[in-house]
């Protein structure tokens, strides 16, 4: 029977951790973690902010312009945007050394702030990034006869993710004997923690055993335990060939015992072929 991969829309999780501590602020990485929608809203509202400056500028000097129909404060802000982005259609110009030293700066103002908008674009346009996407929960079930903790996760793009690592780590919430609370971090052992070609999907898994911070355990005392489990994954972009990253958590609420995750290959009996359907990425069913 031959195979068929058939990758649906599936959501990608992204969640983090909130810390409250006093962070210095890094305006340039705040910028590239905008959203389009919101990198582009920014940008209208200083390219107006500046109009709207330099408008009342040019405006409380009626005489700095010239070839202008009526003084009004419009009219100079028009002027102000035309001046800005060097667009100089001709009807209106600078007549006095008020208003031709004004245009000068606001020359400046326009090519470095346009030049720096447009440099930090580029800079979003060639960020690499990965469409891996995680199951929202994690499971935990026998396998080979081990209570093993398991989380799915698919490559969303057509392309490969070369020597894909993947790492599991556990924060805990623990009390020293001293009675100070402290937060501990361990690395779980993974059955395969690399793959060579991530090209399909990836079952992610840990077996509790003596050595896993997760042994003795059930599904009472773990949802009374602060833990967090934090899964990340590097590789090689094939495409681009630059290396890309994901992440994901999973809260104790996020872990269910004794379910295990329901089978991604599907069978087309139409077509007499097997497919993938990564809309079934996150469903669970209980043994």
């Given at each position: ?221 773990s949802n009374a335990t602060e833990l967090t489990i934090i899964a990340t994954v590097t590789g090689l ?12 958590t999973y809260q104790n609420t996020d872990i269910y015992w004794n379910w295990r995750f329901k089978d ?13 359907d990564l809309s079934e990425l996150n469903s669970i069913q209980q043994i």
């Amino acid at each position: 029977m031959p195979f068929k991969l058939k990758k649906l829309k599936s959501p990608i999780r992204n969640s983090t951790i909130l810390v409250k501590s006093k962070k210095h602020l890094d305006l340039y990485h705040s910028v590239l973690k905008l959203s389009w929608f919101e990198f582009n809203v920014l940008f209208a509202i200083i390219f107006a902010l500046i109009n709207l400056t330099f408008g009342f500028l040019y405006w409380i000097s009626p005489d700095s312009i010239g070839g202008l129909t009526r003084q009004t404060y419009i009219n100079y802000f028009f002027f102000s945007v035309q001046t800005l982005a060097t667009i100089g259609y001709g009807g209106m110009f600078p007549q006095t050394l008020y208003g031709n030293l004004l245009v000068t700066f606001e020359a400046m103002v326009g090519l470095l702030s346009l030049g720096l908008f447009a440099a930090v674009a580029f800079s979003r346009l060639s960020l690499p990034r990965s469409l891996i996407a995680f199951s929202d929960k994690a499971v935990v079930c026998n396998h080979e006869g081990i209570p093993t903790l398991m989380i799915r996760l698919a490559n969303n793009r057509s392309n490969s993710v070369i020597d894909a690592q993947i790492s599991l780590s556990i924060f805990k919430q623990e009390t020293t004997k001293e009675g100070s609370k402290m937060m501990r971090i361990y690395d779980l052992n993974l059955v395969r923690k690399s793959s060579p070609m991530l090209l399909l999907t990836w079952l992610v898994m840990h077996p509790i055993d003596e050595n896993s911070p997760l042994y003795g355990m059930n599904e009472i005392n773990s949802n009374a335990t602060e833990l967090t489990i934090i899964a990340t994954v590097t590789g090689l972009d094939e495409t681009l060939s630059q290396t890309i990253h994901a992440k994901t958590t999973y809260q104790n609420t996020d872990i269910y015992w004794n379910w295990r995750f329901k089978d991604l290959f599907k069978i087309d009996e139409t077509q007499n072929t097997q497919f993938i359907d990564l809309s079934e990425l996150n469903s669970i069913q209980q043994i």
